[in-house]
């Protein structure tokens, strides 16, 4: 069968963002309620503007749904700007006799300047409606979906803010190895999750919120770490035979297309630098008990392009959001005169959404990376297939 692959359209203030999801297998239960969630979460966060008390985003199905299961054809889904009605005049899909005045003021870091060049476009609200973070809530849409399917194989997405600007916690996923018992990860990541900042240190959550506070009485930004972590994935996701098949190279492109994403790590990433071979890899050990283990995992569930059964790690960093209620300079383009920036209603900090948005594409990729492992135009036919999976050598 095919792979999961999807398409969005629509701009941050049009009528509705779309999506189009394909290679879905048939009969995976799936709701409006089930994606709504993961929509939810997509809009919290200490440090989020004014735009998130505007929207209270809920995907509608449209097709490839019956009785509550895929059907195997694509599924489409819609989700309105509920703030359309303020924008009817300004992003009218037909020619009117008073346009508003266009924007030449590109802001630094935005794909402003860039995209009316290469487009040859005059006004940059061209550009700034479909390069906004808007686009990321039918990201998280399509992944609410691949996420599903990966519950029906025990693979589980989760996510935690490490550093908001100088306040950060030690901590890292990379310490959790597959031995960690089920309860300690889910009381570690459900402190992440009702945090405001999706931090479960509560030390650094006190201080990234006085800091987000600040940032907010200055007219900054602020960027920050974050992890997103699967578990319970199968050995032998990904394929080290080639370089477009290998699976931190899959996950970094994907993470690496979110807005405002400047960096991504697998398990110690950059760290592995300046030290010994001996303190980066992570043995491996057997016993009656535990079968085959490790007792670190260094490597961030990732070895040679595949998964190797322990938790797949990514740190991911994000750069403080550039537009701000304190512009930053620039240049009218059609007067070239010195100007301030061009300012559109923004978060002071979205750290903690970009978290939801990375942990729907790391379960898209995992979704894809499952299928090429086991196949299948059905749920059914992908659990007869995922029963026999050898789990370490010398199983098949």
Known sequence: ??????LTAGESHGRALVTIVEGVPAGLPLSEEYIAAQL???????????RMKIERDRARILTGIRYGRTLGSPISLLLDNKDWPNWTHKMSVTAVEDPVDKLQMPRPGHADFAGMVKYRTDDLR???????????????AAGAIARRLLAEFQIKIWGHVVRIGSAATDFSASSFT???PQRELETFFSRAEKSPVAC???????????????????GESLGGLFEVVATGCPVGLGSHVHWDRKLDAHIAAAMMSINAIK????????DVAHLFGS???DEIFYDETKGFHRIRNHAGGIEGGMSNGEPIVARLAMKP????????????LATKQAREAHYERADVCAVPAAVVVAEAMLAIVLANALIDKIGGDSLSEMQEHFKGLPNAPMEW
Request: proline share 3%.
């Open 1 to 6: 069968m095919n792979k999961i692959r999807f």
């Open 40 to 50: 939810e979460r997509r809009q919290r966060g200490y440090g989020r503007g004014g």
């Open 126 to 140: 061209d550009i700034l409606e479909r390069s906004s973070a808007r686009e990321t809530a039918m990201r998280v």
């Open 178 to 180: 597959r031995q960690a």
């Open 200 to 218: 479960a240190d509560r030390v650094a959550e006190e201080k990234m919120i006085a800091l987000i506070d600040q940032g907010k009485e200055k």
């Open 263 to 270: 960096s991504v790590e697998i398990g110690l990433g950059r």
């Open 279 to 281: 303190q980066v890899h």
């Open 321 to 332: 959001l550039p537009t701000m209620s304190t512009p930053l300079r620039s240049v009218d």
